[in-house]
C-alpha cells in the first residue's frame, strides 16, 4: 500500500525539468488553497467567546425568568406555607400542656423534640434549624422547663415572614449584589400590587408615582448611597407597614395611615401638585425647588421628627455654617422668623422674647459642650421633633408654648 502511494506520489509530481520559479509559484498557490478551505472552516467570529456581556434588562424575558426560577428554588427549601405552621401547632397542641388558665399551650424539651420528629418526617430537613436546642433555649422557662408554644410559634411565623421578604426581595437582585437599587426597589414595589387587595384598584397612569412615591420610605430610612441592604429590610418595620397591606381586613382609617397606600400616596401627591403652581412637575424658586421625590423626603422627614434619619435630614439644614453643630446664633434666625408670623399671623403678644426662648431651647437640649447642639445630642435629649416643631412652624410653637393651657382645656373637654 505505502509502495503504490509512492507510486502516484512520483506520477502526479512535476517533471524534473520543470523550472524552480514554476514550482515555488506552484507551491504558494497550493499553499493559499489550503489556508482559504481553513478560514472557511473555522468558526463563525460570533461563536468566539466574549469576556464581557452586558447586563440584561431588568424587564427582560430573561431576567424575569432566572429571577422567577431562583426564587421558586430557594422557597422550596426554606419556606413553612400557612398549611404546615397550622400542623406545627397542632402537634405542639397535642404533645404540650395548657397553662392553669388554660389560654396558653407550654411544652418541655422532649415535646419539642418529637415535633421535630413528626416534622421531619412530614415536612424535610429544612425544617430543622428552627428546632435547634439553642433556639428552645432562647425562650424562657417555667419551673418544669416548658416554654410557651404561642410564643414559639410566633417566632416560626416571623421567621417565616423574614425568609419570604428575603426571597422576594433577592428575586429583584439579579447579579446577587446584597443591595437594591431605587429602580430595583420600585419594581419590586410595583409587582406588588396586582397582588394586594388595597392596591389592586389603582389606576395604571399612577402607578409610576406610587413607586416613587412608596419606595422614598425605604430609602430614607434604610438607603445609603443610593442603595438598600437586603438584610436591612428583612426585618424592617418599614417593609412591615407594606405587608400588612396584604391583609384584606384593613378598615379605612388604617388604610389613610399606612404610607404605602393608595389613600397616602395619592396625599402627597396632590399635596405637591397644589404647591406646584405653574404645574411644570418641579416647585419653582419661589416655591423652594422641590421635585415630587424631595417633597416626599421632606414629608418623611416631618413626619418623624424623632427619628434618627429625620434629625439628619433637618440638623444638614439648620447647620448653617456646616460646622456640625448648632449654635445660639441659628436659634435666634430661625426662631426671628417664627416670632414675626408669632406677632403678624398669629396675633399673639410681642413681648415674647426671642433670647429667652433660645436659652430654653439649650435648656430643654442640654448639649454636652455648651451652646454647641450636636445630632448626637437632639437624639440623646428625645426632644428632637419638638427643637425642629418650633423653630419651623409657628402653629408648633403655639401648642408648645400653650401645652399646659391645652392639656387643662383636653381635660375639661373630657369631663
Known amino acids: 500500500m505505502l509502495l503504490s502511494a509512492l507510486n502516484g506520489f512520483i506520477k502526479d509530481s512535476p517533471e524534473p525539468d520543470r523550472e524552480a520559479d514554476d514550482i515555488e509559484q506552484e507551491v504558494a498557490q497550493t499553499f493559499t488553497t489550503i489556508l482559504e478551505d ?8 460570533s461563536a468566539i467567546p466574549t469576556f464581557y456581556k452586558p447586563k440584561a434588562k431588568p424587564q427582560s424575558i430573561g431576567t424575569l425568568v432566572k429571577r422567577e426560577a431562583k426564587k421558586r428554588k430557594e422557597q422550596e427549601t426554606l419556606l413553612l406555607s400557612e398549611d404546615e405552621l397550622r400542623q406545627v401547632w397542632y402537634m405542639m397542641e397535642e404533645l404540650g ?6 389560654e396558653e399551650v407550654r411544652i418541655n424539651y422532649d415535646g419539642f423534640s418529637q415535633v421535630l420528629t413528626r416534622c421531619r418526617e412530614l415536612f424535610g430537613p429544612q425544617i430543622e ?22 410564643q414559639f410559634l410566633n417566632f416560626l411565623n416571623l421567621r417565616t415572614t423574614m425568609l419570604q421578604n428575603r426571597l422576594d426581595l433577592t428575586a429583584f437582585d439579579p447579579d446577587n449584589t446584597g443591595s437594591l437599587t431605587t429602580e430595583q426597589l420600585e419594581d419590586y414595589v410595583k409587582s406588588l400590587v396586582p397582588q394586594v387587595p388595597a392596591l389592586s384598584d389603582m389606576q395604571a397612569p399612577f402607578l409610576e408615582h406610587y413607586g416613587r412615591i412608596a419606595v422614598r420610605k425605604l430609602m430614607f430610612f434604610h438607603g445609603k448611597n443610593g442603595c438598600v441592604r437586603i438584610r436591612d429590610l428583612v426585618n424592617s418595620v418599614v417593609l412591615q407597614e407594606l405587608n400588612d397591606l396584604k391583609n384584606n381586613q384593613l378598615q379605612e382609617h388604617q388604610l389613610i395611615s399606612n404610607w404605602f397606600s393608595i389613600q397616602s400616596t395619592q396625599r402627597v401627591y396632590k399635596t405637591f401638585l397644589a404647591l406646584d403652581e405653574d404645574m411644570n412637575g418641579l416647585l419653582s424658586r419661589l416655591e423652594d425647588e422641590m421635585d415630587l421625590l424631595a417633597f416626599t423626603d421632606f414629608v418623611l422627614a416631618w413626619d418623624h421628627r424623632s ?8 440638623f444638614d439644614i439648620f447647620d448653617l455654617k456646616k460646622q456640625g453643630c448648632i449654635t445660639p446664633a441659628e436659634l435666634y434666625i430661625f426662631f426671628k422668623e417664627i416670632h414675626h408670623m408669632w406677632v403678624h399671623v398669629m396675633n399673639e403678644y410681642a413681648d415674647l422674647s426671642i433670647y429667652d426662648v433660645v436659652d430654653e431651647i439649650l435648656d430643654m437640649i442640654k448639649p454636652k459642650i455648651t451652646a454647641r447642639i450636636t445630632p448626637e445630642d437632639l437624639q440623646v435629649s428625645g ?15 403655639y401648642d408648645y408654648n400653650y401645652r399646659e393651657n391645652l392639656m387643662h382645656q383636653d381635660d375639661d373637654s373630657g369631663s
Open 383 to 397: 426632644m428632637s421633633g419638638i427643637f425642629f416643631s418650633m423653630l419651623s412652624d409657628v402653629k408648633q410653637f
Open 97 to 102: 400542656t395548657f397553662s392553669d388558665n388554660g
Open 129 to 150: 434549624p428552627f428546632f435547634k436546642a439553642n433556639v428552645f433555649l432562647k425562650f424562657e422557662r417555667d419551673s418544669n422547663g416548658c416554654i410557651s408554644a404561642n
Open 38 to 45: 481553513y478560514e472557511k472552516k473555522k468558526r463563525p467570529p
Open 307 to 314: 427619628h434618627p434619619a429625620a434629625i439628619k435630614y433637618f
